[in-house]
């Protein structure tokens, strides 16, 4: 995946020999675009890939609910509405560490407003989710209809559907920090989850408490996804559709599936970067946008676990 990931591109380039002149500091072409473009690009596609996938599974082992997943749920777009009113404000310029900020205090607040219904069953969670990510987009739909330039809106509605196609070792230093402490945050909570899958009253009898672990998670999923959208935009479906591949492999006890969550959701985004990159005729020439590669993955397995619902909901006599 990480050769595909460096050799997919424009330029046709021998890897290892560019990799190797980047090394040894030789301002060779290759060297050049390997360094300042698609090694960023790659390190910035794992780690948002991965901490993405650990999210969901760390939700939906928290909640146990198979829907939970930072874009279902409106975490990004919330993330997204902070980024972009540092961008209308003009303050990014000023001081660039605002913006995973911004995004980190937009994905935290939907989160605690989230956490309010997370005792009312996984259809109420969703549908909260829904009509906070709806409440979100109409707020980013006000903030672009007060642009002045239509260019500055044109420009952040393409940022919105998410895209590394920009972004070099600058926009990678600033969100790896984030991404590195929440994910750290987030692969730490493997215990607790197994205790809180045994129920809150038997989590607190072994000495976890589901407050702290709440609060642990609501840090950690606020850092990655704040992070990851400050430079990425908003990329969804990631963490709701790897927790569901790993679980049919290592099982159903949470802690299992943090780890190989985490790393197929690094495959899993790599390999969509790399699609994306792929020169399809129909584009004449342009870039696929990254977000809408993971929503046309995503949407039919969200609608399937829809679907599982509504039939375990048929099977239970529930109205």
Known sequence: MSFLSLHQGEAGLAVGQGLVDWALGHRTPAAVIMGALRLPRLVLALSIGGTLGLSGACWQGFLRNPLADPGVLGLSTWAALGAVGVYYTGLFHALPLLLPAASLLGAAVATLILLAFGQCGPLVLVLAGLGLS??????????????????????????????????????????????????????????????????????????????????????????????????????????????????????????????????????????????????????????????????????????????????????????
């Open 134 to 319: 709806t409440l979100g987009m109409a707020l980013l739909a006000l903030v672009l209809n007060l642009l002045p330039s239509p260019y500055a809106a044109y420009e952040i509605m393409h940022w919105l559907m998410g895209s590394l196609a920009q972004d070099g070792w600058p926009e990678a230093l600033l969100a790896l920090p984030g991404l590195g402490l929440g994910g750290l945050l987030l692969l730490g909570s493997g215990r607790g989850l197994d205790a809180m899958a045994l129920g809150e009253e038997v989590a607190r009898s072994m000495g976890f408490a589901p407050e702290r672990l709440q609060l642990r998670l609501v840090c950690g999923t606020a850092l990655v996804v704040g992070s990851g959208v400050a430079v990425s935009g908003a990329i969804g479906f990631v963490g709701l559709v790897v927790p569901h591949m790993v679980r049919s492999v290592t099982g159903g006890r949470p802690s299992f599936t943090l780890l190989p969550s985490a790393l197929a959701g690094a495959v899993l985004l790599g390999g969509a970067d790399v699609l994306v990159r792929i020169p399809w005729p129909v584009l004449h020439g342009a870039e696929l946008q990254l977000g809408v590669v993971t929503s046309l993955i995503g949407t039919p397995f969200f609608l399937a676990q829809i679907w599982k619902l509504r039939t375990r909901f048929r099977g239970s006599g529930a109205p």
